[in-house]
Structure formats: structure tokens, C-alpha cells
């Protein structure tokens, strides 16, 4: 059966177009993916993203169950701070990217992607009891049911938020989260998001949901900030070279191959899952890697199609997300690719229903926003 998200009436009030992504009714588009998609890079979006998965873990020792269960080292994030990590298995294998957000010296929020939060939750419940100690003073708890998400993206994001808001927005950087009021809602305002832009993540009640969700236009309208479906949040983070999970990041890699080595804390003093199988993939150095990809051309390359060498043919890879950018102009990919061909400027093909469209290996990401 498909969930709705507590926005479901105000989505369908605005005209929105639905799918159904891992289980729940969203909203995909109100009026077109460019218009949708530019708001964020020019002015604001706004985003409901209730789908998200909300675990919380919470104990004496829950800081060193977590550096036991995922590859970074939550031990070390700040109160009030947050990092990106993953749950990994016992190969290395990524079961799902996560943000874990540091509330309290003993309490942490974890958030999953919807299409997995049964599989990470039921994952850390083993590990956490598997831990030493873990069993007797750590909880896990569900709280996906008692979180709406609602999210403001792009560069006025800070003042539509502002007035809103009672929290020192000049104070809560990036990857930090603050218990706060917002339109006389008591919430937590994270300063994160997966769009490139600066802009916050908003996690309240979901009975206040609409309200905060009718507050934000009302203020916003004069800023032009408008309401974003999923397809532009597609576009907006492939432009970002953002991850998602099920196109560049799933069970068979590991996140060498993903380029986010950096994740794993080997120097961590816990022991954790995966971390001999990962240490192995590091050594040995991945066979393939994630690239960015551009086209000249007027066609895009789309998940699952071949790369190929130019010069014998030989398929060296596959793309796993692409699209015709909107902000510049032409199309985007990210693409896996035997290490040989990783070097940006490397020249390649991408076979696009038969036919060889020439493409071009590029760093990621393809856009960054301009600091202020």
C-alpha cells in the first residue's frame, strides 16, 4: 500500500503530479522540472521530503555502538553537528548512505533513505546489541512516523527561513542542526540538503507539517520561492555530483569505487563491520570508478547505458545517472568506468539507443554554488 506524506493535501491543493517512490505517493512536479529546478538555483525550493527514514539512537553507550556499526566515527561529531556516512556489510558492500546528526552526548539521529530505512534499521538493531555493552545501554528507535521533513533550498533559502525563525542562522554552519522555533512550531533545523545549494532541512511533527509547510510559501512568495517535486531534486543533485543510493551507490560497491573513501575511519579505535574487506579494496585499489561525464551533443545519456572505449569499441562501463542540465546548458552524467579511463579529458562513447555519442570524462562535481 502507498503512504502519503502528512503534505498530501497541500501538494494536491497546488497541482502537483505524483509518482510513487519506495512505497509513498510524492509529489514529482506542480508546473514544469526546468522552472522547478532554475527556483532553486536563482531564489528557493521548497521540498517535502517525509519520506526520509528517522532512526534514533540513544544510551551511555550509544556513540561508541555507532563507531562499531557504520564506517566513520560518530564518536567524534560535535553536539549540535552532523557527517555523512554509511552502513556497510560484511564485504564492503554499501547497504545505504546515511546522515547522522549528533543531538546530545547520548543521542543521535540517523537518516535513511526511504527505499532502505527497514533494512538499516533492522541492520543497527543487530549491531548495536552485537556491540560491547550495546545490548544493555543503547536504544534504537524508530521515529520515521513521528518526523515530517520538509526542506528550503537555494540562495535565499537563509532569508525565507529567517523570518520565520528564532534561531541565529548566521551561527548554524553547514552540517550543524539546532532545536529552534518556526512559525510557533517547536522543530530541529538542520543546515544540510542534497541540491549543491546552501538551505536547510526542517524536521517537525507532522500534525504542525502544513502549517510550517503554509507558513514557508506565504513568507517566501515575495522571494519567489516555489514548491519542487522529486524530478528537480534529481536534476539539482546530479548537477551536484550527489550520490543516490540504487544508482551510484549500492550493495555490490563499495565506497572506494564511489570515490568516498574518505568516509571509512580506519584509525578508529572500535572495531567495525566491513573494515577488513574495505581495507583489502583500498590496498588493492578499485577496478572501477565514478566519473562525470559531459556531451556536446543534443541527446543525454541515461542510466544503464554502455561506455565505450572510441578506439576498439569494448564496453567500459555504464552510466548510472544522467540528464540535460538545466543550469548548464548540456548533457550530465555520472558514469562507473574501468580505472584506466578515470583521467578527466579522457575521451569516450556513450551508446545511446545504437548510436556512438561522444563524451567527455569531467571532475566532479559539474556545478558548485558561489560562495557569498
Known sequence: MTRATPLQAEHQQLGASFTDFAGWNMPVRYTSDIAEHTAVRTTAGLFDLSHMGELEVIGACAARALDHSLVGRPSKIGIGRARYSMLCAEDGGIIDDLVVYRLAEDHFLIVANA???????????????ASKNGHSSTELRDTTEDWALIAVQGPVAVQIVGELSDADLDDLKYYAIT?????????????????????????????EAPQIWAELLRVGTP?????CGLACR??????????????ELSR?????????GRVVAFSKEEDFV????????????????????????????????????????????AVTSGAPSPTLGHPIAMAYVDSAF??????LQVDIR???????????????RQES
Do not use: W
Open 342 to 347: 578515470e583521467e578527466p579529458g579522457t575521451r
Open 179 to 207: 532545536e529552534t522555533t518556526l512559525a510557533g512550531s517547536n522543530i530541529l533545523l538542520a543546515r544540510t540538503g542534497y541540491t549543491g545549494e546552501d538551505g536547510f532541512e526542517i524536521y517537525c511533527r507532522p500534525a
Open 252 to 260: 555490490e560497491l563499495t565506497p572506494f569505487e564511489a570515490g568516498l
Open 234 to 247: 534529481d536534476t539539482l543533485r546530479l548537477e551536484a555530483g550527489m550520490p543516490l543510493y540504487g544508482n
Open 115 to 129: 527505499s532502505n530505512t527497514d533494512v538499516v534499521r533492522d541492520e543497527l538493531k543487530q549491531r548495536i546489541a
Open 274 to 317: 566491513g573494515r577488513e574487506a574495505l581495507a583489502r579494496r583500498r590496498d588493492e585499489g578499485a577496478q572501477r570508478v565514478l566519473v562525470g561525464l559531459t556531451s556536446s551533443g543534443r541527446r543525454s545519456p541515461r542510466s544503464g547505458y554502455a561506455v565505450l572505449d572510441p578506439a576498439t569499441g569494448r564496453e567500459i562501463g
Open 354 to 368: 545504437g548510436t556512438h555519442d561522444d563524451v567527455l570524462v569531467v571532475p566532479l562535481p559539474f556545478y558548485r
Open 223 to 227: 522571494y519567489e520561492l516555489k514548491p
